[in-house]
């Protein structure tokens, strides 16, 4: 009868620790599935950015300083100026899907006959940036919903200003870039009436060149079409590598 019992009492133990082994094999699997927590289709590497990009060469992102003549990098998430307080890219890139580019350029030459130009802040973001906004301010009127990813993610979204081409000075807008506040919102109007016309001006150009405003930000503009690409989760440096 003893042996019996000390027989349960052992099976008992073996199943109390298959148990906890079962519990902790979900926790295990998600922190190995940290860079993508909500299993979005992701292109997260390089052979897989090579291949869309072949299939289909408008996909291609390219890089903007090279592409657009005059406009002026002010990339400040390479940067510790930045509503983090971090530097959150390993260094100052701005790269866009193909006709994304070619629309912004358009944008640039349009500008450059009035005596304008355009400032840069960020364009294509890769995915674990956005993970880490979401983590920071929670709140997605201001940073993207991770489980949807960004439109930055798709190399299809740009932060601009306007700038005076000869100096290079930012002219007057509602807020500085990332000011995450009512003043923010791109049809906000207690404003003074010059610099009501100058977020006028930027909203119409990049418009007729087929970008839209974002209504909480008046210095973010997505590219029709965006849901067209893909989300990536590419490094800048990942992204040299790729000829
Ligand atoms: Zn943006």
Not at 138 to 161: E, I, L, M, Q, Y
Request: glycine residues 4%; contains cysteine.
């Amino acid at each position: 009868m003893r042996k019996i019992l000390n027989r349960l009492i052992a099976l008992r133990r073996v199943a109390c620790l298959l148990f906890l082994m079962l519990q902790c094999f979900p926790v295990l699997h998600a922190q190995q599935d940290s860079t993508n927590p909500y299993k979005l289709p992701l292109v997260a590497d390089t052979g897989a950015y090579r291949q869309e990009i072949t299939l289909n060469p408008s996909m291609r992102l390219v890089d903007l300083e090279a592409y657009i003549p005059g406009i002026i990098p002010d990339v400040r998430y390479a940067t510790v100026k930045n509503f983090t307080g971090k530097q959150v890219y390993t260094s100052a890139a701005l790269y866009a899907r193909l006709p994304v580019a070619v629309a912004l350029r358009q944008v640039q030459d349009e500008l450059k006959r009035q005596g304008l130009g355009l400032k840069v802040f960020d364009a294509y973001r890769p995915y674990a940036a956005t993970l880490l906004f979401y983590e920071i301010i929670r709140d997605t009127a201001f940073v993207a919903a991770p489980w949807k990813g960004s439109r930055h993610n798709r190399g299809c979204a740009v932060d601009v200003t306007l700038v005076d081409a000869f100096s290079g000075r930012e002219i007057d807008m509602p807020t500085p870039f990332d000011e995450f506040s009512p003043r923010a919102a791109s049809n906000y109007d207690e404003l003074p009436k010059k610099v009501l016309l100058n977020r006028g001006l930027l909203q119409r150009v990049m418009q007729k060149y087929g970008f839209s405003v974002y209504p909480d930000e008046w210095w973010h503009f997505d590219f029709s079409g965006w849901e067209k690409y893909s989300l990536l989760d590419l490094s800048f440096e990942q992204l040299r590598q790729v000829r």
